[in-house]
Every structure is written in structure tokens, then in C-alpha cells.
């Protein structure tokens, strides 16, 4: 008897909660001191929502920038007399050392403002030292072939056709989420991929008949260039895989602090493996003549090398703040919708021209972007009425118990 009685006084107390009066307060809790407003918890649900979207636009920012930005530093060192491959590899990775304010700022912030909590993380769900460095290394270790295999590509082939195979990686993503991730491929995804797919393409056709796809292509180095530039394509959608992979069976966390280690540890082992290979390869001893030849001067050089390292650094973080916070497979959407982004930059600071084509490729790429977040606004929604769904079975569940 004493059973039912407590589980009437919790469904008045619930009921109370729901329509807001002092009645239903006093009966679920007593006289009410402990309780939260009613409308507390949609008001935290809707700061949570915001915070969220806000950082997914400037990771957004951050890829979409940073991309642009270093593909146009790029090809401007090419331009003007850079030939270095391991240079172009290191510095996709050596400005890591730009994540350590940042990295400090925020394990400092996380430490001071629970550091039972924290202290409680990191002896339950923390993993191992060593696992961690075995998983960031060998992250790095991909990192690094793949940043090499994209020069090879890039001197290797035309713009035109280096573009179109850039194209694959959201298709190779699309597997990989689905194998790795338990990605859903809804329709509205499909529509994405195929649309940004062939938007990059468009750019790739568009590269190839304006005249700018440029003539220094080494003789018979095209096979080996499509063979470098697939397999790139194909190893940064995994790598953004198993990043994603990382976050949420090992990490089992996705904040900024997580997100900047990832960073921080993957890309210095990227770094080190890098600049190994540029003493290996010999190629150190011609950047004092290569700074000296170059068509800007040697003040022009380092500066072009640097920001190319600083662009990256804000690309590779607004990747990896998008995987942890939705998955491997926007993240790839969003770095394909850059494709059609950089002849646009490209117009702006060097005076390529503008054509339909490349029009028609952005506005693809727009809208195949904007499939892929209705979808996720629709998987949100669908989400969110389950979660009501079920606490309505537990509250009805509630009242028979009751009732018998």
C-alpha cells in the first residue's frame, strides 16, 4: 500500500511540473524550494542548440577559409618558383605548435572549474597513455602520406583533372561513414554527395578549358599523379573516419579540449614524419637556393610558406571540430563545398576569370549543402519527438502501475 502511495505522490508531482501550478509542486516535492521553473529545461535545451550550431559555423569558417586560403598560397608558390614536394608536405602539418595556447586555455579552464569531476574522468574513461600515442601516431603517420601523395597529385596533374579526382573524396567518405560510423544514407545525404560530387567536377571541366590548368607537368608522371591523387582522395576519408571512430568509442568526448589534443598529437607526429622525410629526401639542401630563386623574393618566400602553415593549422582544426561534433561524412561535405569556393578566391586575389560554369558549380554546391542540413534538421526533429514518445510511455506506464 505504502508502494502506491509513493508512485501517486510521484505522477502528481510529475503532472504538477508539467502544467506549472503549486498544487502538483506541493504534492511531488513539498513545499517547492528545490524545484526548477518550468520553463528552465527548454530554455538550457535551446542555449545547448545555439551553442552547438555556433560552433559549427566556425569550425565551418575555419575549414572553408583556411582551405581556400592555402590552396591559393599554394599554387602561388608553384607559380613563382617553388618545387619542393616535402616542403609543400610540412607545412600542411609543422604549425601545430599554434594548438598549444589554446590547448593549454582550455585544460586549465576544464581543471579549475571541476577538478573532481575531471580527476573522476580521467581515472574511469580516460584511455591508457599509451593507447593514445599508438592512436595519435599512427593517425599522423596517415596524415603525413597523405599530404605527400596530394603534392605528388598536385605536380603531377592539371588543375583540371587533379580537381575532378578531389571530387571522390565525398563519395570514398560516404562508404567509409557507412561501414565505420553507422552512417544512414537517407536520401537527402545521397542528393548531397551526388550534387557536390559533381560541382567539384564542373570546377575540374571548368580548370581544364579556361587555359589555367598550366603546361610545367612533368612527362609521363600522369598515371603515377591519378594513381597518388585517388588514393589520397581515399585515405583522407578514412582518416576523417577514424577520427570520427576515435571520438566516440575511445575519446567518448567531443569537447574543445579533446578536439585540440586530437589535433595538437596527430599533427606533430604528422610534422615529424614530414620533416624526416625532407632530410631523407635530400631536399633540404635546395631550399637556400630556392628561397634565393624565387620570383618574390626570399621575404615573399618564408611569408607564403608561413601562412600556408597557419592556414592549414585553422583548416585542419575546423575539420576536426566538425567530426567530433557531427560526423566524418559532413565534415567531407563541407571541405568538397571549398572546391567550388576557391576559383572564387582565386577571381578576388589573382584575376582568374569568372565564368558560368563556375558559377553553376557553387550554386550545386550551395544546394547540395543545404540537403545535407535539412537532413540533419530532420534526424534532430525525429529525435526529439522519440525522446517525448518515450517519456510519455514511462508516465503512462507510471499510471497503470497506479492504478492497480
Known sequence: MSEAVEIQLQIAGIRGQERGDDHGQAAGIGNGGGACPPTAAPRRELSKRIAWW?????????????????????????????????????????GTPLAIPLLIYFRTRKSSSSVAAAAAEGSSSRPPVVKLAAIYAGLGVLLAGDNLMYSYGLLYLPMSTYSIILASQVSFNAVFSYF???????????????????????????????????????????????????????????????????????????????VLEMQFCSNTAAALVSVSGLFASGEWRAIAGEMAAYDKGEVAYAMTLACTAVSWQLCTMGLMGLVASVSSLFTNVIGTVGTPLSPVVAVIFLGDRMDGVKLIAMLMAVWGLLSYVYQQYLDDRHAKAKERGEKSDQQLQATKISAE
Open 54 to 94: 555556433a560552433l559549427v559555423i566556425v569550425n565551418i569558417v575555419f575549414v572553408l577559409a583556411g582551405q581556400s586560403v592555402a590552396t591559393l598560397l599554394g599554387r602561388i608558390y608553384y607559380d613563382h618558383g617553388g618545387k619542393s614536394l616535402w616542403m609543400q608536405t610540412v607545412v600542411q602539418s609543422c
Open 180 to 258: 565505420l560510423n553507422k552512417e544512414k544514407l537517407r536520401a537527402l545525404v545521397l542528393n548531397s554527395v551526388v550534387l557536390l560530387t559533381f560541382s567539384a567536377a564542373l570546377v575540374g571541366v571548368s580548370h581544364g578549358s579556361d587555359g589555367s590548368s598550366g603546361s610545367d607537368i612533368p612527362k609521363g608522371k600522369f598515371p603515377a599523379g591519378f594513381a597518388l591523387t585517388l588514393a589520397a582522395s581515399a585515405l583522407f576519408s578514412l582518416i576523417l573516419s577514424l577520427m570520427q571512430l576515435t571520438f566516440e568509442e575511445v575519446l567518448k568526448s567531443d569537447t574543445l579540449a579533446t
